[in-house]
């Protein structure tokens, strides 16, 4: 008993105070700005390796980007990464970055359905589904419950059954196999209910799109609610896009 | 004609340089090869080849450092004498070539679908239709978990058979994350996609699946990775090693409800994954490895925020430790529980850590060294009862001697090569093997090219091919309720399974 205590005491505060305003350590790459400097684009556009680089006008969709920050290492003075990392939109344009925007990426409030922040802004409860996934962005949901991120002081958790919840969280290209499950588990969950993408993977299928072992036509059946990019996502990304998501807005 | 031919780890050799033998010679040569414990099979395929199937079979030899390579050739419609008749490691291989090509063997005991990949060669077996053992028995009764499991974890359905509590039988029914990567590795063109898939194999394993390739794909090119290069790769496989033992530490905690230890393990891995992000980018080390160039050179600076991270976590982890390992209700649920025996690790083929715990000395790192670990000897942590307890044990002391390789490393730091060459185009007719040891054990890719050095065919093998029988095998006679704990024991890969 007395060396838990002690424990207790060495470990100390191991909380990130504030979560919407937390610096990241290092040289995270979140939203990219292009600037104006006139390059070869296409020669630009072909070295992405998920073709999230378009041209005519340039843009980058960081619902494909793998954030491995290739293209930013080919033309620094076209392309840098921030480290914001408040990335989440529930408009799938809105993750697309164009030349000269620097701004940061907000949810539509328009497209937020009343009863979301209705029911879900003090407790959220999630079921996360993992299909045709790597298992990263896995690791970094289970990270957002830690004592570092954690993210049930807001009442968001993840459930262990879909009928316990509010919404499903899906990562992963969706592959074949996991297709009916995703739909058995969807369809079991209660209304109201909230889909999630996370990762880029969910949102566009990342390195794996067009391969013939996915089946991603549950996506094409509901609307999203929110997407929330990364290779894998980072934790403070899925936390703040909830937050913004379920926060009660003041009526305009 | 010798009947194989052998090679050192990454070594490039023309394809057709490994020999085909009939059948019956290749059948005799690689499982006698096998009765030796310092031999074993490190990858067994199929490819396509003018209407025949080409069967291509790796034995590593731990012992001096080779591996034998050999070859057959057989038609699809042909009925073979297995190899697991004879040793039950090759069973998970042979499961794969019957499921992609429908050979058939007339004395394999357990002839069933291993991923149902989207090319495979029985299109009417679907993922539904899995074909479970079953016992008739009005005292026993089945129990079904999966797809979805409770946490946030990937996907796979697990089928007890149970005589009250207690379970009599596990099967493991997998290929639920089925990507179709080794099929991608050909459609996509450039390098910086492979790479990129190579990333995204299993997200657990990212420099080791990353070394692997980048390894192999200089290897093909004829560049040898400077002095700067390996040190990277070396440094990111031992931090990976630190960042997903002291995870499974902290998830091992939860499922024995040990809050304490869930809690501080945890947030002890994330100045680890942040040390990722310090140095690459991304708290996985996604975008950290390249093959023939680095982004992120290793520094003075970067070596002493690494000694700051290390200083910091080695007294939280050592008392942490303590406490854990000397907690009689820890001990309680990890001692006795979920043993796999020497034997049976031997027998199922089981690599890396799984193997370790049960007394089997296996370790790339020793035995077929690439990287940094050519310059040092590696000692591999070894424990013998096989049970939770030797598989969390394995992990405290990994991660301290991963410290002390990573301390040994950082006291001299090569300097960047900034004159590096460019890579040549691959070379034609190819074959080149690579294996690394990842956290979870021996990682395996292999590769060959056509006459303009275009990639035919990609072989990914993660260690949990070989080690999901072994979690089936360990739970026997435990209760059920075990069954979390020991499942997280072995941390094995869904999606390396799948692919």
């Known amino acids: 008993m007395i060396r838990n205590l002690m424990i207790l005491a060495h470990q100390g505060k191991q909380f990130i105070p504030d979560l919407t305003s937390a610096s990241v350590p290092g040289i995270f790459r979140g939203r990219p700005v292009i600037s104006r400097e006139v390059i070869n684009e296409q020669q630009l556009a072909s070295l992405c390796p998920t073709a999230a680089i378009a041209v005519n006008p340039l843009s980058i969709d960081m619902g494909r980007c793998t954030f491995c920050g290739e293209c930013a290492f080919a033309f620094p003075g076209k392309i840098s990464f921030t480290t ?17 925007d620097d701004r940061p990426v907000l949810l539509n409030a328009g497209l937020i359905r009343k009863e979301i922040s209705e029911f879900f802004s003090g407790s959220l409860k999630l079921r996360q589904v993992s299909a045709g996934a790597d298992n990263s962005c896995e690791m970094e949901l289970n990270a957002c419950g830690n004592v570092n991120f954690d993210m049930g002081r807001f009442g968001i958790e993840f459930v262990a059954s ?15 196999h996991m297709a009916e499950p995703l739909q058995i588990c969807y369809d079991a969950t209660p209304e109201p209910k909230i889909i999630i993408l996370a990762g880029i993977d969910a949102i566009s299928g990342g390195i794996f799109e067009g391969s013939p072992a996915l089946n991603r036509s549950f996506l094409d059946k509901y609307k999203i609610d929110l997407y929330v990019p990364g290779n894998p996502v980072h934790p403070l990304s899925f936390i703040n896009g909830i937050l913004e998501l379920i926060k009660v807005r003041k009526k305009s | 004609m010798l009947n194989y031919i052998s090679v050192k780890n990454n070594q490039c050799i023309p394809f057709s340089s490994i020999p085909v033998l009939e059948y019956e010679q290749f059948l005799d040569y690689n499982t006698s090869l096998v009765k030796e414990e310092s031999n074993h099979c490190v990858n067994y395929y199929g490819i396509r080849k003018q209407g025949k199937i080409v069967l291509i ?64 060669f029985d299109k009417s077996s679907g993922i539904a239709n899995y074909p479970f053992y079953k016992i008739e028995s009005e005292e026993l009764h089945e129990v079904g978990v999966g797809p979805i499991h409770a946490g946030v974890i990937e996907p796979g359905h697990f089928r007890f058979i149970c005589n009250g509590e207690q379970i009599l039988h596990l099967e ?68 990976e090693r630190i960042a997903i033992h002291t995870g499974g530490l902290s998830a091992m905690c939860t499922d024995v409800a040990y809050q304490l230890g869930s809690s501080v393990f945890g947030r002890l891995r994330t100045p680890i994954v942040n040390y990722f992000q310090i140095w690459g980018g991304n708290r996985l080390a996604k975008g950290l490895l390249r093959a023939g160039k680095t982004n992120f050179p290793f520094d003075k600076v970067l070596e002493e925020k690494l000694q700051t991270v290390f200083n910091e976590y080695k007294p939280d982890f050592d008392e942490m430790c303590k406490e854990t390992f000397s907690l009689p209700s820890v001990l309680g649920r990890f001692e006795k529980t979920g043993v796999v025996t020497k034997e049976q690790a031997l027998l199922t083929g089981a690599v890396g850590m799984t193997a370790r715990s049960s007394g089997v000395n296996k370790d790339i790192r020793a035995s077929h060294p690439h990287d940094y670990y050519q310059l040092s000897e590696h000692l ?69 090219t056509d006459e303009n050095g275009e990639l035919t065919h990609y072989k990914v093998k993660d260690p949990s091919l070989h080690n999901w029988l072994s979690l089936a095998l360990a739970v026997r006679n435990n209760e059920i309720s075990d069954f979390p704990i020991c499942n997280k024991s072995f941390d094995l890969s869904y999606c390396g399974n799948d692919l």
């Open chain 2, 380 to 448: 591999p942590v070894i424990k013998k009862h096989g049970d939770v307890f030797s598989r969390a044990q394995i992990r405290r002391e990994e991660i301290k001697q991963s410290i002390e390789h990573i301390r040994k490393l950082l006291e001299s730091i090569p300097d960047e090569n900034k004159k590096r060459q460019e890579l040549n185009p691959p070379s034609s007719d190819s074959f080149v093997l690579s294996l690394v040891e990842g956290w979870r054990g021996e990682i395996c890719h292999c590769a060959i």
């Open chain 2, 57 to 120: 079979c790796c034995i590593a030899s731990d012992a001096d450092g080779l591996i034998h390579i050999s070859s057959t050739e057989v038609k699809p419609e042909v009925q073979l004498e297995s190899f697991t008749a004879r040793h039950l490691a090759f069973h998970i291989f042979e499961r794969e070539i019957h499921e992609n090509f429908g050979i058939s063997y007339i004395d394999h005991p357990w002839l069933k679908p291993l991923r149902f990949p989207f090319n495979s």
């Open chain 1, 162 to 176: 879909p009928r316990h919840a509010d919404g499903i969280v899906i990562t992963g290209a969706i592959s074949e």
């Open chain 1, 84 to 100: 914001d990392y408040k990335i989440a939109s529930n408009e799938r344009d809105a993750l697309i970055i164009r030349e000269g």
């Open chain 2, 172 to 239: 493991i029914q997998l290929g639920f994350q089925h990507r179709g990567i080794e099929n991608l590795f050909l459609e996509k063109k450039t390098l910086l996609q492979r790479t990129t898939l190579a990333e995204n194999i299993a997200g657990d394993t990212v420099a080791g699946h990353t070394t692997a390739f980048v390894n192999l794909w200089e290897s093909l090119c004829n560049f040898s990775p400077e002095a700067d290069l390996q040190f990277a790769r070396t440094l990111a496989l031992e931090l």
